[in-house]
């Protein structure tokens, strides 16, 4: 594998600038004007909204976690290029595959493929309705 990743030094002004353009292109945030609209929106001056749209990083980290939580910009793609994972947990996935199997064992249960992987995917987004849903299984398994 010979992928060549940015390193901090290749990774500059010009790439940040473009990361906030792209999020703000797509949060439909119109080109003209969007300083002022940065400004008015997160609280922060038009000479600071400005620089981070020509790829400056921002110096106050409360502005700057307003600023990526109002327009869904990824902090880390923002400041060194590498977009967060997807956050996928592993050790999730793993835990609640256990807990599915074990459902299946307890109430003598043959979940399909396509059954175990719908169930896995809304446990995965909901977990803290883990016990609802397994209780309630056959709601969801329409």
Known sequence: MNRKRKTNEEYDTSHRALVVNEALDKAGVISWGRATTIANEV??????????????????????????????????????GTPRSDGLSQEKIERLATILKSYEAEANVDLSPAQFSKLLVMLYQEEEKTEFLLDNVKLFLV
Do not use: C, E, M, Q
């Open 43 to 80: 609280s922060v001056s038009h000479a600071t909204a400005s620089g981070w749209l020509l790829g400056s990083l921002p110096r106050d980290s409360k502005a700057l976690l307003r600023f990526s939580d109002k327009y869904d910009i990824d902090i880390h793609h923002w400041i060194n």
